[in-house]
């Protein structure tokens, strides 16, 4: 029964990991690879752009997963809280609709609804006199950031929802009934039954979605623009343009495993963390 | 015990095979038979990737089964999906499975040169006295001369069809009402976007929009023609003195640059440029919003038409002709490349039996064109001929198997009436338009190109939209980009 | 685990939760749905 399973892993998950040599090469569509030590390497950290790049890669992404932390565990103990089993499945339902879109499509949602040009949220704050003038959102160093963490959150949440609320229906109800009798209100329940319960799925979810923190590509991509490339280009969105015209295999590799590199760090690093804190990780 | 040891088994093994393949370098690739030279051996079979063409649910297999009639070969079309087409013809490559045939459009075209991996028609072409000699337009084949990876020019490749090139259409019904003529000149222009901002009362009217300030490849100045006027803002060979020279920091872009910002703030320009996609300014033209749009050329004047009327019956599009001070661009020709003799053993048997063919003026023109007769065009009993509805999506009729009908860069006798709307828009580019060549590839421009491109793009948007002044922005740009630029002119002018 | 819905002491503070936890998703199922429903009807 086993051995399928390792056949997989061994095949789609080990030795596809020996195509790390190729970072240490040249190897474009017409050049086998050759050899040059790091030089892909000293050139990624030579480019100026690369470190800010890495830098919004880690602004962006770390942000996000905190907003992700917070607002999914924070909606699924209040979903909880809804008497109605009816009125319950509706909102959840209603709420991880938007993860189904496609980001492409999301993007084109956010794009009218933030023009200039009857953009229902400008039009919203210049009737009530909040601004003079529409504020061209989506190319404004000062409000992208803050817009891509909302559209993330509008999208995502209501999915991330799914395995606390999953979690929570997990605890035993003897629990809540001694609570109650020791004189335990709703809140102080939930602060010392509910959240105490909860800790190992938040650990969990957290440092699996540390892992995927470099991986942060489309959401950026289809909200990006030349005027605001400080703030929200990030380490894929950058090889992506450098990689258009430039067919080196080598260098993509090489950008890969650093990326690897980076999330091992951050994952290894968060568990040794939560161990110290909670005396328990999860690697 | 036996767990165990099978265990441990499977995991030495697995640690010993990874070592290997760590170590061990790629396989070879390509055939090393002899390679053909005689022009009248013809292939049994050709491999092709291509990208531009019918889907495979519309009859692509038709057309290689039609072919291989015509003529006895296999014809083997491959055609990833649009947007990979670049990443799979380079994992082919890669992989030792290189086509005989290839599609190759912008940069590609001249990077695939430069590393050998095409094959030079140059001797073919001249020597050859086929049908396509007499009827092709000698410009289009020249701007497929490039530099090879040896540095001597060649003609790699055959031009797929015209490079065609955005023109500007305007909605004649709001010119018609506001008593204005096609303007001449740029203060005409400006004049004309003044008064349609302000048409009929309206306060949502956008005078003129495009798919960006700045096009993300070579050629890079088709949008916002009115206004670049002579500006190049991108790296060219001074014909005077022979040298590379980057047109950025030249007179007549930081021009273009100040002209631009002061439409911008006049609001004339879509305030919302930067951030517009093909499709975000397509819907805004549909839309009843939009006064001048920058777009292709050709067949997008029929679309653009038929949508535009949906919304707005009364309305009417025409391309304006260029201003006295600009004109149109014209991209160079998408090739059409024979893969070197190290993946190819008969370039010259397929350059004679399937590029000259697809370009013989008749039959064979006439199938990579318009299609397989009776599948995507049929004869009336009255003598025309018409094409018929798309097998995938037939409310639509079949505009092109391969090669786009209106640019053919052959005189073609196509028994298929064109729509006056095509042939209209595609008169005025072609009145006042320059073609340019394909930008020069090295390794240098490789390596640096793509930061160039950036920080050039965020310059002029900042300048456009009020955040620098032009002095300013050009300074920047050559402040930021002065490493890419010095790297790739000394790669280019030695 | 629902309690009696009502004003009276020891019950109000559940009532009033109840109220704003109801408007709460009241207005966050409006900001799921709304961008959706008018992208739809505006593409029609």
């Keep these: 029964m086993f051995i399928p399973v390792f056949a997989q892993l061994w095949v789609f998950h080990y030795w596809p990991m020996a195509g790390i040599r190729f970072a240490f090469t040249k190897y474009t569509p017409f050049i086998q690879p050759q050899y040059i030590g790091f030089d892909n390497f000293t050139r990624l950290f030579n480019e100026p752009r690369f470190w800010s790049a890495f830098n919004n890669t880690l602004i962006l992404s770390i942000g996000n997963l905190l907003l992700s932390m917070i607002f999914s565990v924070g909606i699924a103990l209040l979903i909880n809280e809804i008497g109605n089993a009816i009125a319950k499945k509706f909102v959840q339902t209603v709420i991880y609709l938007p993860h189904f879109l496609s980001w492409v499509v999301v993007a084109a949602i956010f794009t009218i609804i933030l023009s200039t040009q009857g953009g229902f949220v400008n039009d919203l704050l210049v009737k009530l006199g909040i601004i003079d003038e529409p504020i061209y959102f989506m190319a404004s160093k000062d409000h992208w950031r803050g817009i891509w963490y909302f559209i993330n959150r509008w999208k995502e949440t209501g999915w991330g929802t799914i395995i606390f609320l999953a979690a929570i229906t997990g605890i035993s109800p003897d629990l809540y009934e001694a609570a109650e009798i020791d004189g335990a209100g709703r809140l102080k329940q939930t602060w010392y039954i509910t959240i105490p319960s909860l800790m190992n799925t938040i650990l969990v979810v957290f440092i699996l979605n540390l892992a995927k923190v470099m991986n942060v590509f489309e959401s950026v991509f289809v909200l990006y623009n030349e005027m605001v490339y400080d703030v929200s280009d990030v380490i894929k969105t950058y090889t992506y343009r450098v990689g258009l015209q430039n067919n080196d295999y080598g260098y993509s590799t090489a950008v890969g495993l650093f990326q690897s590199v980076v999330s091992l760090i951050l994952v290894t690093g968060a568990n040794w963390f939560s161990e110290k804190i909670n005396g328990r990780g999860i690697v | 015990m036996k767990k165990n040891i099978v265990t441990k088994a499977a995991t030495i093994a697995t640690a010993l095979l990874m070592t290997v393949s760590f170590l061990s370098g790629c396989t070879g690739t390509g055939t090393t038979s002899e390679v053909n030279t005689d022009p009248n051996v013809k292939p049994t079979e050709i491999t092709m990737m291509i990208d531009t063409c019918m889907t495979p649910e519309n009859g692509l297999q038709q057309v290689a089964d039609k072919y291989k009639e015509n003529t006895g070969i296999t014809l083997k079309l491959e055609k990833p ?349 072609y009145n006042n338009r320059k073609l340019v060549p394909y930008p020069p590839v090295n390794d240098t421009i490789n390596v640096e190109n793509a930061e160039l491109d950036t920080i050039r793009k965020e310059v002029i948007s900042k300048v456009v939209l009020g955040q620098l002044s032009a002095e300013e922005g050009i300074k920047e740009y050559e402040t930021r980009a002065n490493s890419q630029i010095s790297a790739i002119l000394t790669s280019l002018n030695g | 685990m629902s309690q009696k819905f009502s004003f009276k002491k020891g019950y109000r503070g559940r009532a009033i939760f109840v109220i704003f936890n109801t408007i709460f998703f009241i207005i966050v199922m409006a900001t799921m749905l709304i961008p959706i429903i008018k992208v739809c009807v505006d593409s029609l």
């Design chain 2, 81 to 429: 999906d649009h947007n990979q087409y670049y990443e799979k013809v380079g994992l082919a490559f890669a992989g030792g499975t290189a086509p005989n045939v290839l599609e190759l459009g912008s940069i590609q075209y001249p990077t695939f040169a430069s590393q050998g991996a095409l094959w030079n028609m140059a001797d073919a072409y001249a020597s050859s006295d086929a049908p396509v000699k007499s009827i092709i337009d000698e410009a289009y084949v020249d701007s497929l001369r490039i530099p090879g990876m040896d540095g001597t020019e060649g003609l790699y490749g055959f031009p797929l069809a015209k490079g065609g090139g955005t023109v500007t259409y305007v909605r004649q019904d709001w010119l018609d009402k506001l008593g204005l003529s096609a303007p001449t000149n740029y203060n005409e222009f400006l004049d004309m976007l003044r008064a349609f901002k302000t048409l009929d009362g309206r306060s949502d009217i956008i005078p003129i929009t495009a798919a960006g300030l700045i096009n993300g490849e070579s050629p890079y100045e088709i949008y916002l023609r009115e206004f670049y006027q002579d500006a190049k803002p991108y790296i060219y060979k001074d014909e005077a003195t022979g040298k590379y020279v980057d047109g950025m920091s030249e007179a007549p872009m930081k021009e273009a640059l100040q002209r631009m910002q002061d439409a911008y703030k006049e609001g004339l320009i879509d305030p919302e440029i930067v951030t517009n996609k093909t499709s975000t300014c397509r819907d805004k033209f549909y839309a009843d919003l939009v006064g001048c749009f920058n777009y292709w050329a050709g067949s997008w004047a029929k679309t653009l038409d038929e949508n535009l009327v949906t919304t707005v019956p009364d309305a009417k599009i025409t391309a304006l002709p260029a201003i006295a001070e600009s004109w149109y661009i014209e991209r160079p020709s998408t090739s059409i490349s024979i893969t070197s003799e190290q993946y190819t053993s008969n370039p010259i048997g397929i350059y004679k039996y399937f590029i000259e063919y697809m370009h013989d003026g008749g039959e064979g023109q006439m199938l990579f064109t318009r299609g397989v007769e009776n599948v995507h065009w049929k004869k009336n009993d009255d003598g025309t001929t018409i094409a018929l509805p798309y097998l995938e999506t037939p409310d639509k009729d079949v505009e092109k198997s391969y090669m786009a009908p209106e640019l053919s860069c052959t005189k073609f006798d196509d028994p298929i009436a064109l729509d006056e709307r095509v042939t209209s828009s595609l008169e005025t580019f």
